[in-house]
């Protein structure tokens, strides 16, 4: 393996694929696999052990976008690519009624999740004796349900998508060689696009219309769907310690990110309602209009240990906190004076997540790992909502690398998620009240490169 100076071309070569990654990220609807709308997936290798000592193992260059102090173990250029596939499925199982207390129509609207590609790219650079600078692209948050039309929960949720993308370029500086600091500045983009049923025989039926019984609830619906992006900095800090040749300890925060987004919210109004909308004296209600929001992805800390054994097991915990409480409400302020804006309830409380796992080294060429994992789910009974359906999860995790030859790696992880049921007692803005629960289960499937040079 070479040493010497990455020339300006290759370098570039480099970024340009970085970013091809990065637009192919963009492209796909995540489903979050962690508690939320967290995203874990950037290293496959630690997948195979449910992320324990995820920052500390070594040898993963994912550790530019987790805790970059870990990137001044590599002693070369390095590059690797991670894809997973996230399968999650979450159905309904229950009823409710509208307004007047009639039962509400429609099934239970089919799986609202699927399965969604999440991809994940990490660079990094020796660029003196102490010193690395590494670039990646992954999606850190991410959420997308999706429920058949005209099911009995669509006044709540018919589709759902939150995305995240993060463009993390990252330093390390090893003071001696037993500590080492990091630093990292993101550029996060995150989209929301937002959709449900509007009931609007039951917005027509009560005062200040009064129309019933012309319109009565579940007589007339329509629908509202709401976009917005927005690009915004963050920053992450990372340490790490090594007490002997044969221990790692890394530490990682990462600061929460406050979006402002801009957007438009589009109405669709059947014909007998705009009819009534457009009687002179009524007000422009339910028009397509600009409109903006507040929203954080939420700040992270972890602590990661691993432990080599001078035999073929290898062994290490991860422990993870989300500031979930950042996520208390959900604001959208339309442009328009007379259209009513948005502030959904969510109270969200901070969690942790918990995990062991091993790797087996069979040989030069062989390295079997396994973990498990606890995770929490920030959601209470009393808010969840169709949306995020989320419940605290069991992980079991398996995973497979391959070194063909010394510069060369391959790894192969499976995790599948033991979702708690996410019950619901949720009352829309038009009095639809919807009762019951989530089936939900999830398997992840992965697999990455790593090149040396």
Known sequence: MSNQPISAARLA??????????????????????????????????????YAGREAAGNDASVVMNNPAAMVDFDTYAVQ???????????????????????????????????HPVPAISFIAPIAPNWRLG????????????????????????????????????????????????????????????????????????????????????????AVRIRGDNWKWGWAIGAEWKPTTQDTVALAYHAKINHNFTGQAYFTVPASVQFVLSQPGVPPLFQNTSGSGQFATPATASLSYWHKTL????????????GWSSFSHLAIDFANPYQPDINQYYGWKNTWFGSVGMDYRLSDTWTLRGGVAYDQTPTRDFSRDP??????RKWISV?????PVQNLRFD??????????GNVNDISATGDHLVGS????????????????
Do not use: C
């Open 13 to 50: 070569g480099l970024a340009l694929a970085a970013l091809s990654v990065a637009v192919a990220g963009a492209l796909v609807s995540p489903t979050a696999s962690a508690s939320g709308f967290q995203i874990s997936e950037n290293t496959v290798q630690a997948m195979g052990r449910a």
């Open 81 to 115: 690519i991670d894809a997973t596939a996230i399968n999650v499925s979450t159905q309904f199982h229950g009823g409710g009624t509208d307004a007047i207390g009639q039962p509400l129509s429609g099934g239970n609207g089919g799986n609202g999740g699927g399965v």
């Open 135 to 222: 670039f990646g692209v992954n999606a850190p948050f991410g959420l997308a349900t999706e429920y058949n039309a005209g099911w009995v929960g669509r006044y709540q949720a018919l589709k759902t998508s939150v995305k995240s993308i993060d463009f993390t370029g990252s330093v390390a500086w090893a003071i001696n060689p037993q500590f080492s600091l990091g630093f990292s500045v993101i550029a996060q983009k995150t989209t929301i696009d937002l959709g449900n049923a509007v009931n609007f025989g039951a917005v027509l039926a009560a005062p200040p219309f009064s129309l019933a019984p012309t319109f009565l609830p579940q007589s007339a619906d329509g």
């Open 311 to 322: 035999g073929p097991v290898s062994w290490g915990a991860e422990l993870g906190w989300t």
């Open 387 to 392: 949306r995020i359906p989320d419940g605290g």
């Open 399 to 403: 995973g497979a690398g391959y070194t």
């Open 412 to 421: 192969i992880g499976y995790t599948h998620l033991f979702v708690n049921n």
């Open 438 to 453: 989530f089936d939900n289960s999830g398997d992840l499937f992965g697999i990455s490169m790593q090149y040396k040079f």
